[in-house]
C-alpha cells in the first residue's frame, strides 16, 4: 500500500522560491509516475505537472512553463515540486498524486501542503 | 489546456439520482478513454472514484457510475445519500503525459 507524505507548510515572501518534498513509501518507486495538483483558497483543482521517475522527464501545464520543476530522487523515493519565484496568487494547497506508468489516475494523494505567500 | 467544464452545483433528494457532466475537446475527453472522478469532502484530500471512464475502484459504492459520450463525460450518483454531499471533479489525460481537470461540481443532498 503506497503511501505519500509531503513537507510541512510554509509561508513565503512574494519573489522567494520554494521547495516542496513529497515521500513515497511502500511499492516500486520506479513503477510509479507522480503529479503535482494545485488548490488556490475556495477554488478547484488545478494540474501543475508530472514526472515519471524511471525516465527522468517532467511535464508541465503549460500555464506553470518556466515557474516550476519537478524532479524525483529515486535513492530517497522522494518527488520535488520547486516554485521558482513565488506570487501571491500563488498561495494554495499543494498535492501530490501517484500514478503508474501504465495508468492515467491519481491514488493515492498526499496530505497537502499549504503554501503562502506574503508579504 | 483549458479546464473542462461542469456545472457548477447540482442538487438532488435522498434516494434520487444526479448527473454531473464534464465537458472537454477533441484533444482531451474526445481521443482518450482516461476520465477519472475525484470526490472531495470539505477540508480533505479528493479521493478517487471512477478510473478509466467507468471503472470503480475498490471501496466505491456502486452507485457511482461513469460513462462517456463524444468530448463529454459524466458522473452518475444513484441513491443519493447525505454523505455524497461534496465536490466532484472529473480530470482527463490530454496526451504526452499532461492532465486536465474539470472547474468543480458542489452536490448537495437536500
Known amino acids: 500500500q503506497v503511501q505519500l507524505l509531503q513537507s510541512g507548510d510554509e509561508v513565503k515572501k512574494p519573489g522567494s522560491p520554494v521547495k516542496v518534498s513529497c515521500k513515497a513509501s511502500g511499492g516500486t518507486f520506479s513503477n510509479y509516475a507522480f503529479s503535482w495538483v494545485r488548490q488556490a483558497p475556495g477554488q478547484g483543482l488545478e494540474w501543475v505537472g508530472g514526472?515519471?521517475?524511471?525516465?527522468?522527464?517532467?511535464t508541465y501545464a503549460q500555464k506553470f512553463q518556466g515557474n516550476v520543476t519537478i524532479t524525483a530522487d529515486e535513492s530517497t523515493s522522494t518527488v520535488y515540486m520547486e516554485l521558482l519565484s513565488l506570487r501571491s496568487e500563488d498561495t494554495a494547497i499543494y498535492y501530490c498524486?501517484?500514478?503508474?506508468?501504465?495508468?492515467?489516475?491519481?491514488?493515492?494523494w498526499g496530505q497537502g501542503t499549504l503554501i503562502t505567500v506574503s508579504s | 489546456q483549458s479546464a473542462l467544464t461542469q456545472p457548477r452545483s447540482v442538487s438532488g433528494s435522498p434516494g434520487q439520482s444526479v448527473t454531473i457532466s464534464c465537458t472537454g475537446t477533441?484533444?482531451?475527453?474526445?481521443?482518450?478513454?482516461?476520465v477519472s472522478w475525484y470526490q472531495q469532502l470539505p477540508g480533505k484530500v479528493p479521493k478517487l472514484m471512477i478510473y478509466d471512464v467507468s471503472q470503480r475502484p475498490s471501496g466505491v459504492p456502486d452507485r457511482f457510475s461513469g460513462s462517456k459520450s463524444g468530448n463529454t463525460a459524466s458522473l452518475t450518483i444513484s441513491g443519493l445519500q447525505a454523505e455524497d454531499e461534496a465536490d466532484y471533479y472529473c480530470?482527463?489525460?490530454?496526451?504526452?503525459?499532461?492532465?486536465?481537470f474539470g472547474t468543480g461540481t458542489k452536490v448537495t443532498v437536500l
Open positions: 477533441n484533444s482531451d475527453i474526445g481521443v482518450y478513454n482516461y
Open positions: 498524486a501517484r500514478e503508474t506508468t501504465v495508468t492515467n489516475w491519481f491514488d493515492p
Open positions: 480530470c482527463s489525460y490530454g496526451g504526452i503525459y499532461t492532465y486536465v
Open positions: 514526472i515519471m521517475p524511471v525516465l527522468d522527464s517532467a
